[in-house]
């Protein structure tokens, strides 16, 4: 049973920094791409960034120059690092990965439970 466990949300001013951490736990063999993604309120589930096993990382424009994805193999931990935070980032945001449980099975998507983030202006 794999399991993304979120931590790090909360309440925070426009123009402060939250530090968001996903471990992942369980049966694993090995992990892909790791991802963030957030939902606002009556919006759809965005991705915002997401890193592959070997580093590369990607990110939408609005959190750019702002935000930054890690992630510790060794750990099976993604961050997510938010700087200059904005009141339209307020959203519950997600891990997700691409995990193999097990040799030669495939690879499967995993998500947490999320974790909520509100930036007041």
């Known amino acids: 049973q794999v399991r993304l466990v979120e931590s790090g949300g909360g309440l925070v001013q426009a123009g402060g920094s939250l530090r968001l951490s996903c471990e992942a736990s369980?049966?694993?063999?090995?992990?892909?791409?790791m991802g963030w993604y957030r939902q606002a309120p009556g919006k759809q589930r965005e991705l915002v960034a997401d890193?592959?096993?070997?580093?590369?990382?990607s990110y939408i424009d609005s959190v750019k120059g702002r935000f930054t994805i890690s992630r510790d193999n060794a750990k099976k931990m993604a961050y997510l690092q938010m700087n200059s935070l904005k009141p339209e980032d307020t959203a519950v945001y997600y891990c997700?990965?691409?995990?193999?449980?097990?040799?030669?099975?495939?690879?499967?998507?995993?998500w947490g439970q999320g974790t909520r983030v509100t930036v007041s202006s």
């Open positions: 890193i592959t096993n070997v580093g590369s990382t």
């Open positions: 997700a990965a691409t995990i193999v449980a097990r040799l030669g099975s495939l690879p499967s998507a995993y």
């Open positions: 369980g049966i694993i063999f090995n992990i892909n791409t």
